[in-house]
């Protein structure tokens, strides 16, 4: 509805409106420069510091802290101020230096004012404010100075701010890329272009400008680091650059240097491809240089970073892969006969590398990583190049054994030298294959003895022989044999079983005894000669020949009981003598002084 105050309204509401686009304009401002400064602070600290992923996390949350509050203390009480029409009624008055008829006018025009007084007064002052209104400058003093003086700086920081990204773009979009926790690295004067090492690439900025990383790489445990770094833009004097290396946990740190290497004195053939592909397109080089540097071994996994001229890369990680971590087991399945002189005497099953078995032993290797799974495992044997492969005992392929059925490991019948060498999911292998000897453990022939009390006997005589049989596995049997020399030049041999294995026992490996031996059995006269020697068998099963070994021959003289007592009379003789010798060498009877 039309009033007779509507101009001075409406002039108040532009009022209103102005202010109001004033205060924007000076709190937005001001967050505009507060915010330059922030981010152009956090930009020197991340490029002077060169800050870490956790370092760039601290820095964002503090720009965005200081962010904040700069809203709170530079926009948000300008955005918060209201302009009343009744207030900025009285602002006026105050600033024409005019009575209160103003307000007074816009209050009586309420429909509720009929009800406050004289209806007459109040039409009167309306009439005179609204023949007056049009000669009222309501915008006079309006605070435009230090509106302006914000707007131009906030516009100067904004023209720098736009000339600058676009004339540097590569700054500005990595140290966004830094805020929000990227890798990204700054521009510098000497530019990587390749990072490789051992020939896998992490960083490979091609010549259009695109680019692929990779985060990390796994390499072997205990294997040797090669980097290779290919660098164009200024190239440093020195012709040398730094890989600095840190453990994951940051405790050790350490410094290689990479150098100055032509790629074309060795044709390039230790280069990853990654670099001779990218020399390949630029064969005059233009600028290209490549570096070289190793880390002797890898011990633990490890972070690095490339430093050359004024360029730092990112970094990047080595996860050091454990080589695989192997048990081997030797189990020694001897010959039946020899099983349990072998129990007794050494265990079956052993994981030493070097065994030493009786021949015709099985000898089954068991092969068991256990830290990872193989994917294969291979034996050779002597001096052959033909490999064996064993086959996996169980799903997780962490147990393999070998098929031993037409190998020498079958029957073992001579010393063996063998090696194993195995091939992880990862593809890693051991540092060096593991070696062990199977010797062989010979089967002695048995051992015997004997004694006899005289040597003198007549033809119907019993003789005892004290006797002993031995072996290292089992005896057979054990005999004597018996040659009788006649008198008159005739030689007659026979042969006595003195003891034997019993069918279904184990053999014995001692047996001794007094055996009686019975002349009469033989038909003896005077002047014969009898021979007596011990024979003992040893048990070697069914399939192999026994062996065998002889005592020393005892010899009989078979004589009468005359030749009996003269016998015995030169014993005595020989032991008095013997006895006259002792007495006197106690005595020192018969010593030279």
Not at 174 to 180: E, N, Q
Not at 218 to 246: K, M, N, Y
Not at 363 to 369: A, E, I, R, S
Request: charged share 25%; proline share 5%.
């Amino acid at each position: 509805m039309a009033t007779r105050l509507g101009n001075l309204r409406n002039s108040l509401y532009r009022l209103r409106n102005t202010r109001r686009l004033i205060r924007w304009g000076n709190g937005f401002s001001l967050l505009l420069n507060a915010a330059v400064v922030i981010l152009l602070i956090a930009f020197l600290a991340d490029w002077q510091l060169d800050m870490t992923r956790a370092q760039r996390g601290v820095l964002l949350g503090i720009v965005c802290v200081a962010l904040v509050w700069s809203v709170r203390r530079f926009t948000l009480p300008w955005l918060r101020q209201y302009d009343d029409i009744v207030d900025l009624a009285l602002a006026v008055e105050k600033q024409q230096n005019i009575d209160s008829d103003l307000v007074s006018a816009l209050q009586f025009e309420r429909p509720e004012a009929s009800t406050w007084g004289s209806v007459q007064l109040e039409q009167a002052v309306i009439s005179q404010v609204a023949e007056t209104a049009p000669q009222i400058n309501v915008f006079q003093g309006l605070p435009l100075a230090d509106f302006k003086r914000r707007v131009l700086a906030a516009a100067t920081v904004s023209v720098i701010v736009v000339f600058s990204a676009v004339s540097q773009p590569g700054w500005y979009g990595a140290f966004f890329s830094r805020m929000l926790l990227g890798n990204v690295q700054y521009p510098t004067r000497t530019q990587v272009q390749i990072i490789a090492v051992n020939g896998k690439a992490l960083l490979n900025k091609e010549s259009r400008g695109g680019q692929t990383v990779v985060d990390s790489i796994r390499s072997p445990f205990g294997h040797a680091l090669q980097f290779h770094v290919i660098a164009r833009g200024e190239i440093p004097e020195s012709d040398s650059g730094q890989v600095r290396i840190t453990s994951v946990d940051g405790d050790i740190a350490t410094e290689i240097e990479i150098t100055r290497v032509d790629p074309k004195a060795d044709d390039g053939r230790e280069l990853p491809d990654g670099i001779r592909q990218l020399l390949g397109q630029d064969p005059k080089g233009n600028g290209y240089a490549v570096f070289s540097g190793e880390l002797p071994r890898l011990m633990d996994s490890v972070t690095f970073r490339v430093f050359l001229g004024d360029a730092r890369s990112r970094t990047y990680t080595i996860e050091a892969i454990p080589l695989p971590v192997v048990d081997l087991q030797v189990d020694v399945t001897p010959p039946a006969y020899a099983v349990e002189a072998t129990l007794k005497s050494d265990a079956r099953g052993s994981s030493k590398r070097q065994v030493s078995v009786v021949e015709g032993s099985s000898v089954d290797l068991t092969v068991q990583c256990l830290n990872k799974q193989l994917t294969s495992a291979t034996l050779w044997l002597g001096e052959t190049e033909e490999p064996y492969q064993l086959t996996p005992k169980d799903g997780l392929k962490k147990r393999w054994t070998l098929n031993t059925t037409g190998t020498p490991l079958a029957s073992v019948s001579e010393p063996l030298q063998y090696r194993v060498q195995v091939t992880d999911e990862q593809g890693l292998q051991l540092e060096s294959p593991i070696h062990g000897t199977i010797r062989l453990r010979t089967d002695q022939a048995p051992r015997t003895a004997v004694s006899v009390r005289t040597r003198r006997v007549i033809p119907t005589a019993k003789p005892p022989i004290r006797w002993s049989a031995s072996d290292d596995f089992g005896l057979e049997r054990v005999v004597a044999e018996v040659q009788i020399a006649r008198e008159d030049g005739n030689i007659e041999k026979d042969e006595v079983e003195i003891a034997a294995r019993v069918d279904g026992k184990a053999a014995p490996t001692a047996l001794d005894g007094d055996y009686p031996l019975d002349l009469s059995a033989f038909k003896l006269v005077k002047g014969d000669e009898l021979k007596v020697t011990f024979v003992a068998y040893d048990y070697r099963g069914e399939e192999l020949e026994s062996q065998r070994s002889f005592s020393e021959p005892v010899i009989f003289q078979v004589t009468d009981r005359q030749g009996i007592l003269s016998g015995l009379l030169e014993t005595d003789q020989e032991s008095a003598k013997q006895l006259d010798a002792i007495i006197r060498r106690e005595l020192g009877i018969g010593e030279t002084r």
